[in-house]
């Protein structure tokens, strides 16, 4: 019974050190950007030491791996497809899924565009974090086609799953919303007008 309280304890311990890494570096990331971010400042800023700091995350491309699912996932322990938001993508109409779909990405985006952003700056100027971008926008592929699969009831073509693919982009949702002034609540009545488009003429068979 000791051991397992221990055993417990260590675990919750190292959650709550990883929770408070990814807010510092999080942080740290979004006002310093990728270069001036380094592990020692985010150690000092979590108030835990550079061990420890390293014990979670082996280097700056992993913390900020880190960060950007946490920030996808809302900082719960779970899968983004677990997620209870994402699965309303696969439930009623077809009208009802894509409103789900857009609510979704909208609150993804006002969590993690930010940091995702941070990434494509990295790209710039390193190599393996360029490598890492480009793992990452196939995954993002791969998860367009998944979410268009639940939001049409089947798997879609990939001509559907590429404008998808650019609809989603973060780089819209930045250059919109910065640059153009747009409030989120624009953006996802934007999105919902061209993704409807672009998805409901393949529920007409």
């Not at 049409?152 to 559907?160: A, E, K, M, Y």
Request: proline share 3%; hydrophobic share 45%; aromatic share 8%.
């Amino acid at each position: 019974m000791a051991r397992t309280y221990s055993s417990d304890l260590r675990t919750e311990r190292a959650r709550l050190n990883r929770a408070a890494v990814t807010d510092a570096a999080h942080a740290m990331f979004l006002s310093r950007g990728w270069v001036a971010t380094t592990m020692a400042d985010v150690a000092s800023a979590a108030g835990l030491t550079r061990q420890t700091v390293y014990q979670q995350f082996d280097g700056k491309l992993a913390l900020l791996d880190g960060c950007i699912d946490s920030a996808l996932s809302n900082g719960l322990d779970s899968p983004v497809r677990q997620l209870p938001d994402y699965e309303k993508m696969g439930t009623g109409t077809f009208e009802e899924r894509l409103v789900a779909g857009a609510a979704w990405l909208r609150g993804a985006h006002e969590r993690s565009a930010a940091i995702q952003h941070v990434l494509d700056e990295a790209a710039v100027v390193d190599p393996v974090a360029a490598q890492r971008l480009s793992v990452r926008e196939k995954t993002r592929w791969d998860e367009n086609r998944w979410a268009a699969g639940l939001i049409l009831g089947g798997p879609p073509p990939d001509i559907v799953v590429d404008a998808m693919w650019l609809l989603t982009a973060r780089s819209v949702w930045l250059r919109l919303t910065r640059e153009r002034g747009w409030t989120s609540e624009q953006w996802e009545q934007w999105f919902i007008a061209h993704a409807r488009t672009e998805l409901q003429p393949r529920t007409r068979s």
